[in-house]
């Protein structure tokens, strides 16, 4: 069974960076993963997304200020995020589902087809 361990997050202020990892365990990380993000009384919404074959995607609201990277020797997912600002406040979630073939709605994942969830973590972008 396969388990993703999340680290990074915390407090940034507007205009700074943070990066997050999610360290999977199990038969790695050559499948599709990506971000999610839920903010309080919303739903869990799809950040980014990286599928097999390394080719990413980005929901409009943090293209040219998030990176989704992943190290295939280390088995870990990266979210490197830059000029945070403060609506993008939320718990973010490390995700994964079950091949190398993401399964786009609307361009994006989405949670329903997530099979492996991380625990995630706080990030706090104050103004």
């Known amino acids: 069974e396969k388990t993703l361990v999340q680290s990074g997050g915390g407090s940034v202020q507007a205009g700074g960076s943070l990066t997050l990892s999610c360290a999977a365990s199990?038969?790695?990380?050559?499948?599709?993963m990506g971000w999610f993000r839920q903010k309080p009384e919303a739903e869990r919404e799809a950040v980014a997304a990286?599928?097999?074959?390394?080719?990413?995607r980005y929901a409009e609201s943090v293209k040219g200020r998030f990176t989704i990277s992943k190290d295939n020797a280390k088995n870990t997912l990266y979210l490197q995020m830059h000029n945070l600002k403060p609506e993008d406040t939320a718990t973010y979630y490390c995700?994964?589902?079950?091949?190398?073939?993401?399964?786009?709605?609307?361009?994006?994942?989405?949670?329903?087809?997530?099979?492996?969830w991380g625990q995630g973590t706080q990030v706090t972008v104050s103004s």
């Open positions: 990286i599928d097999g074959d390394d080719s990413a």
């Open positions: 995700a994964a589902e079950t091949s190398g073939v993401c399964t786009w709605v609307g361009g994006l994942l989405h949670a329903a087809y997530v099979t492996f």
């Open positions: 199990g038969n790695g990380i050559n499948r599709c």
